[in-house]
């Protein structure tokens, strides 16, 4: 036998070696991935075309679930309005101000750092902590309230008992939860702009609003779309905001689609219905994200 031979021998009994060590490790992280995502997600698959209980018999009733969400569910549609509107306000405000406040801090102002941290704070800080300090600032008796009557004289609306004004509390509380993530992820960009096209842009003449305008924002375009994707993807799939702040009253009218789906899995016991609607939910993040996939060409900038 050659040496050649034993070479490559010796290297493949190595070779497999190394990858039943791999697969060693990296076994316990598939044995969760199967158990708790890909079980789940085939399941969830199959209760989509069965009457489902908690309890009790299991029904095949194929397509009636969608066809009943659609047609004579009466709390689906404005759960699907609800979800839209949290995500047409939630997503440009959450992106527009966190772009500002990313430029305002990328300035050389004092204290930017310390600054930086404050506002990420409420991304770390947990969502019920944030969540129960709004709801206390909120109510008739709030600190809001409290301090409008005696400086104004003026009383305050019961914002989380209003239609016209819960979902807008619920968008308020969620915008100043999420900025600091997106203002972060805007900051980092903003940090890696290309020196050299800088200085040619203020030599051409560039500056102030044309600056950010016309150079800094078509550079960090790419940061802007992930945030943009990322943002949408989280509105869409908004729960812990309403449940929590206005129990997605007063009526309904805060109630977006998942605190729907929790209702009709957990409330209702309609688990087969719940799976229908979280299906329906899925298809619309996979189609608004590859619509906004498709339009990036026009807007967003790579570097080449």
Do not use: C
């Amino acid at each position: 036998m050659s040496t050649t031979t034993v070479r490559d021998r010796s290297r493949g009994a190595m070779a497999r070696a190394e990858s039943r060590q791999a697969l060693g490790f990296v076994s316990p992280a598939l044995a969760g991935l199967a158990l708790f995502t890909i079980v789940p997600v085939v399941l969830s698959i199959v209760m989509a075309f069965f009457n489902w209980p908690t309890y009790g018999e299991k029904t095949f009733v194929g397509f009636d679930n969608y066809i009943k969400l659609f047609s004579s569910s009466p709390d689906f549609w404005p759960a699907l309005r609800n979800t839209a509107v949290f995500t047409l306000l939630y997503v440009p405000l959450n992106v527009v101000l966190a772009l500002v406040l990313a430029l305002s801090l990328h300035s050389r102002i004092r204290g930017r750092a310390a600054l930086r941290i404050l506002f990420f704070l409420p991304v770390v800080t947990p969502m019920v902590a944030n969540v129960l300090v709004w709801k206390m600032l909120l109510q008739p008796q709030g600190l809001f309230n409290s301090a409008s009557q005696s400086w104004f004289g003026v009383e305050l609306p019961n914002f989380l008992a209003d239609p016209q004004w819960a979902m807008i509390m619920v968008v308020t509380m969620s915008v100043w939860q999420g900025l600091g993530y997106n203002m972060l992820i805007f900051s980092a960009a903003l940090e890696q702009l290309p020196d050299s096209v800088i200085e040619a842009a203020r030599i051409d003449g560039a500056k102030g609003l044309r600056m950010i305008w016309s150079i800094t924002i078509p550079l960090v375009s790419p940061s802007v779309f992930f945030a943009s994707i990322m943002t949408m993807i989280g509105a869409l799939q908004v729960f812990a905001q309403p449940q929590l702040l206005t129990g997605g009253g007063p009526g309904n009218s805060t109630q977006p689609l998942v605190q729907f789906i929790y209702n009709q899995g957990f409330k209702f016991q309609e688990l087969g219905l719940a799976a229908a609607a979280a299906w329906i939910l899925f298809a619309i993040i996979i189609v608004l994200t590859a619509l906004q996939f498709g339009a990036q060409k026009k807007w967003v900038h790579y570097e080449h």
